[in-house]
């Protein structure tokens, strides 16, 4: 390639992508770039290829550390396929288990058994409550499927494709070649192997033999999910290509719905537990006592020891997140504890805590500190424990 574009940026990644969402760009820049859905596309088929060369180097631990540190120039001793130089075909067999299974090429690869349809991808945003509660979404999402007008034939109503007059319905043509000393058997460049010619073209689908349509589901959000995860609707992807199976009635792709967790105001998830800050007063700090606290769901009692510190994570047993894995246990609310200092005091107030003062001996004590370093030290103790 003459100019050597960022592979990160050609699928649309964070240098800090997981491998799992390299796969799903590349997944979703293939889509895009389909060569079945960008027909006669020049600019569709080099982006198809580009798109297939970054994730040959992204998708391999090896050759991404070496791009990572040393870019284009770390790959020369170790080369890949050069895609510029292959067929469509040759890059869906490279990548079988992007493009579903036996999917990508439809029939023109040859392959054994029904060919799939294409798997698709969509998002759904929910929040943190729905993680602990679990949630019924409706997602809409829009497909290509089999053109009701015409069932899949790309032909007009009331016509029908008929035997392609230049191979004689054969898909195949054979040509001379090197001055007739060899005959090439080829593809038939009227009907592209189809054997069979549209006279006029359905007018909903121009002969594509399919659409653009929407689709609603309700997908279930089981309890404990995690942001990023992905569910698996099975069979809710495309029909089959319609040079593989016109009509479209082999097996479909599936969708996958790529879950995004909202942030919460006022809790950060860390694995099972939630975590968050309560601010108390300093007397209660030092005296102990009982506190409410909200939770995700509703409000429990937290005990405040005697001499708790600014800082110090107090547990709320059973308030945190339930896992994907046992959904009838739950993790833990761990509150860091915020000690509010007065901004203003009232005569008596300062008269009292004066003299409390006055029976201190330690006036160099020092508060341990808040904000960030906080959740730092919420993480620690976790995975310490
Ligand atoms: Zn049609
Ligand atoms: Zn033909």
Redesign the pocket.
Known sequence: MAVERDYYEILSVERTASGEEIKRAYRRMAMKWHPDRNPGDAKAETEFKVCAEAYEVLSDTERKALYDQYGHAGLRQTPGHDFTRMRPDDIFSIFNDIFGGGGGGGARGGRRGPVRGYDLETTVEIDLIDVLKGKDVDVAFSRRDV??????????AGTKPIKCPTCAGTGQVAQAGLGGMFRMVTTCPNCRGRCQVITE???????????PKRRNLVVKIPVGIEHGQVIRVSGEGEPPPPDADAAGKGPRGDLHVVIVVHEHETFERIEDDLARTREISFSLAALGGMTAVETLEGTRTLDIPRGTHHGEILTIEGAGLPTLRSPTTRGDLRVAVVIRVPNKLTGAQRELLEQFAKTENNPDEELRPAGKGVWKKIKDTISGS
Not at 147 to 156: F, L, N, V
């Open positions: 053109c009701s007008s015409c069932e899949g034939s790309g032909a007009k073209f359905c007018q909903e689908c121009r002969g594509a033999a399919r659409v």
